[in-house]
């Protein structure tokens, strides 16, 4: 009689084990059933969903990457600070190869906003969930990829040391509205206000001005050199990509009489950060803070 | 075989009790050869991928999935097979447009991309990926970027014919309306959102990524209407390609048939551009190799392009997601870095010929 009382328990508890392993994860993008613990994840975007796989813990069996015909592939904001040995390639994020992904056998696939439309097809695989990426900020989606790998811990780490860097940067400049910060990118001939790595999101956390002329253009398209006037800050930023060798390409840019005559140039309050230095991720913008709080609130510098 | 070839008798083949067809051997013997070249080349496509399957095993999977394990079944049903059956569809679909182009504007670099249906098709969908984001769901860009396609080549077809139909400003309106659309997409593309822009442009290189069963119903619906009616059209194609003079007086009204012809062909050119991307250089290519076999006789020349248009594009995506998987090159890109060499040199032979 104990033992089949005994038997029964066992049982019993092996059947809530079980149940316990499924999750529903719930987002704008719907309802998914997932794994509480995911073993293989894949990642459908390398420098945002990657990265923050890889700092919260969770070590991704497969992943997007940037490639070349002949050359390996790059994991991109990712192995120059994680081992991605191995990490394996699965394609570009334009268009993941699934027989590749299939072969990974995964319980888990992340992917971004504009990825919706692979559902379908990688749903075939494995559970797929889209993270709101685009829409929301960085501090948001890494909450919900951290509730969906089970590492909610790491990511209340992550955010902690991040408030503290935002509150440490306010309490050292009491005014932080009336700094005015360009963030661009300047290519051959023309150039884009963009502020990768989570820079733009620290921007606006720690409550840093725009100038007018960049607050009234649109993001994400390109602007001719006669603009560049316009976005006269009193600090501005760009990035350099030392994958596409751009530092050496833009230099014309940089020595044009327009460039050189802007507040932030002449007064060395120009930033030339790494582009790839870091990521979209909780880490992306905990760098870029501590960045930012280095070279805005613990040096002296000039106001326009 | 030689005897084969050499013979211009006709076959007489008996489909139906009332119907009869009468084809040259030399026709059917290509026909046959292309066609189970085509069954080869879907045979080997269903093969090769990154998940390492090999042939034998790839084949037992199509033809008794109930016996293979499901992750296996997966991979060859509904990754490989509808993205292969996708690629022929298109490329019969595009390869038949060529040939109705190439035939009623008597222009041997006609292509479904001079009649503006792949450049609307292509600015309808850069209109609602980058201006206008999220205003219709994902599923039915490929149905609004076809209505574009039938927009514009109605408008070219208006603007050509309003002052009587003749090829050459049929031909003359398309280059332009298509330039001027081209320039439209090439702002977008410039000066449109990056993120935006980027997922649009993998569908402008042509690629079947996301082929699925759904797809090749509808490929599948368009290629056996629009397909059929051009291939019972041969005749007053056999008579157009002679001249319009010629064509009437052997009872060919080309008020009738011409905006007939362009119908089809916009409807086969719209349908494969909205499912697989600009692919068009096939509907170049096709017809010129197919003519290479049987020369101007329509009623051979249609289905002879279409399974020599559907091997290329076959051929094209097989490679494309073969040679440097997992990346994955675009079907239209591949067609075009394998075609071109070949199209030229074709073309340098017909005129030392």
């Known amino acids: ?304 | 075989m030689k005897k084969i070839l050499a013979s211009s008798r006709p076959i007489h083949i008996k489909l139906f009790p009332n119907v009869s067809l009468y084809a040259r051997s030399n026709d059917v013997f290509w026909l046959a050869f292309f066609s189970l070249l085509l069954l080869f080349l879907l045979l080997w496509g269903a093969a090769i991928g990154s998940y390492q399957l090999s042939i034998l095993k790839s084949w037992q999977i199509i033809l008794a999935p109930e016996l293979a394990p499901e992750k296996l079944v997966r991979v060859v049903w509904e990754f490989r097979l509808p993205r292969l059956l996708v690629a022929a569809l298109c490329g019969a679909a595009l390869a038949i447009a060529g040939v109705i182009l190439q035939s009623i504007t008597r222009n041997a670099l006609a292509s479904p991309g001079l009649i503006g249906v792949e450049a609307g098709a292509s600015a309808t969908m850069l209109v609602f990926v980058v201006i206008v984001p999220g205003i219709i769901p994902i599923f039915l860009l490929p149905v609004f970027a076809m209505i574009g396609g039938f927009i514009v080549a109605s408008c070219v077809w208006l603007l050509s014919s309003l002052r009587g139909y003749s090829p050459i400003r049929l031909v003359l309106i398309g280059v332009g309306i298509t330039s001027m659309l081209s320039a439209f997409s090439e702002m977008l593309i410039t000066y449109g959102d990056i993120d935006l822009v980027e997922s649009a442009l993998m569908w402008f290189g042509g690629s079947l990524h996301q082929a699925s069963w759904p797809q090749v119903k509808v490929m599948m619906f368009w290629l056996l209407i629009a397909g059929s009616l051009a291939w019972l059209c041969f005749r007053q194609l056999n008579l157009l390609i002679l001249g319009d003079k010629v064509a009437f007086s052997r009872g060919v009204n080309n008020r009738k048939a011409l905006p007939f012809l362009l119908f089809l062909c916009v409807a086969l050119t719209s349908a494969s551009v909205a499912t697989a991307g600009t692919l068009t250089f096939v509907g170049l290519i096709a017809p010129h190799i197919a003519r290479r076999f049987c020369a101007n006789r329509h009623g051979a020349l249609i289905p002879l392009s279409a399974v020599i248009g559907a091997c290329l594009v076959v051929l094209g995506d097989s490679l494309g997601r073969s040679m440097f998987a997992p990346l994955q090159l675009p079907a239209g890109l591949v067609l075009v870095l394998i075609g071109a060499p070949y199209f030229i040199v074709l073309i340098s032979r017909l005129r030392k010929a």
């Open chain 1, 1 to 304: 009689m104990f033992k089949k009382l005994a038997v029964a328990c066992v049982g019993l508890v092996g059947l809530s084990l079980q149940a316990a392993e499924v999750q529903t994860f719930e987002n704008q993008y719907g309802k998914v059933e997932v794994p509480v613990a995911p073993e293989c994840v894949v990642s459908l975007h390398d420098f945002s969903l990657t990265i923050q796989l890889f700092e919260l813990g969770v070590q991704p069996c497969g992943s997007v990457a940037r490639k070349r015909l002949w050359s390996d592939p790059i994991f991109r904001g990712v192995q120059h600070r994680f081992n991605t040995e191995s990490l394996t390639y699965v394609g570009s994020h334009k268009s993941p190869d699934e027989e590749a992904i299939a072969v990974l056998e995964p319980d888990l696939i992340v992917g971004l906003s504009y990825q919706s439309k692979f559902k379908d097809k990688l749903d075939q695989i494995a559970p797929v969930v889209i993270l709101p990426t685009k829409v929301k900020t960085i501090k948001e989606w890494a909450r919900q990829l951290a509730e969906l790998t089970g590492k909610s811990a790491r990511f209340e780490d992550q955010q902690k040391e991040y408030d503290w860097i935002i509150s440490e940067f306010k309490r050292l400049v009491p005014e932080p509205e009336k700094i005015t910060v360009t963030t661009l990118e300047i290519y051959e001939d023309n150039f884009q206000l963009i502020g990768r790595g989570g820079l733009d999101e620290v921007i606006a956390d720690m409550g840093l001005g725009r100038p007018q002329g960049y607050l009234d253009a649109k993001k994400g398209i390109n602007y001719s050199l006669e603009r560049i006037s316009d976005m006269d800050a009193d600090i501005i930023i760009d990035t350099y990509e030392p994958m596409l060798d751009s530092r050496e390409d833009t230099e014309d840019f940089r020595n044009s009489a327009q460039w050189k005559n802007l507040f932030a140039v002449k007064n060395d309050q120009f930033l030339y950060l790494n582009r790839s230095r870091y990521g979209d991720s909780m880490g992306g913008l905990i760098g870029s803070a501590y960045l930012l709080l280095s070279h805005v609130a613990e040096r002296d510098f000039k106001k326009q």
